[in-house]
């Protein structure tokens, strides 16, 4: 029969090499999972009790402090449990428990050393200085509140082109898509409208018809260079 209200809980485990004892900060009898808080830094450590062992339980009271002492028997397993449940329920009643179902350590009293966290008890001194002079600060504050102005990123303008041609048929666009896919196929044949008459270029004649197209010598023009040498 526990004795209300509680002081504080502390729970020593077995783990086969070694032990940890700590504050009771959480049972959880469906998966049971023993939580224990180690140090006055709140360092917890989580048990599974299928695999560990509960070797004692220290409650303290308003009165008196208790030691229950259970060993690996799984009847001793099953009370140390229960007495986990127990306080866990007192705990709940004296609303020293947080919404998750967590002890709230600081509602605990006269807790041990090793879990109060201690106040800086070390002395600073500083040597005697003389003739100090302080430094002026080489900042010049400003007079005034300086004025913030929300920044506004710069907006982008949008240019619209209209067309002035008109758009291409149906038919044109078939054609065109035709004429790309002989080009690619290497078979497209261009057709080459005929030049006019001013454009033509001049036949290229044989050397005997230049020299009558220039001159209109024939042979007479032989015979009159040979004339003329004689």
């Known amino acids: 029969m526990l004795v209300k209200p509680l002081k504080y809980v502390e729970v020593t485990v077995d783990k086969g090499a070694s032990k940890e004892v700590g504050l009771l900060l959480l049972y959880e009898e469906v998966g049971d999972v023993l939580r224990l808080v180690l140090d006055n830094v709140n360092s917890t450590a989580v048990f599974n009790l299928r695999l560990v062992t509960v070797t004692n339980i220290h409650i303290s009271d308003f009165y008196k402090s208790t030691d229950r002492i259970f060993n690996a028997s799984n009847g001793s397993q099953k009370l140390a449990k229960e007495l986990l449940c127990e306080i866990i329920d007192a705990l709940k009643k004296e609303n020293k428990l947080n919404a998750s179902g967590f002890v709230n ?106 020299f009558d197209m220039y001159g209109d010598y024939g042979d007479g023009y032989c015979g009159g260079i040979h004339g003329g040498m004689m």
């Open 105 to 210: 350590i600081a509602s605990y009293k006269d807790i041990p050393d090793k879990y109060t966290v201690k106040a800086l008890t070390h002395v600073v001194t500083y040597p005697h200085v003389t003739n100090y002079t302080p430094v002026k600060p080489s900042i010049d504050f400003l007079a005034t509140i300086p004025t913030y102005h929300n920044y506004n990123p710069p907006q982008k303008k949008i240019g619209v082109i209209f067309r002035k041609s008109e758009l291409p048929t149906a038919k044109a666009m078939s054609s065109m898509l035709k004429k790309v896919k002989a080009v690619t196929s290497n078979v497209y044949k261009l057709k080459v409208k005929p030049l006019s008459e001013d454009d033509a270029e001049p036949e290229v004649k044989d050397d005997q018809e230049q």
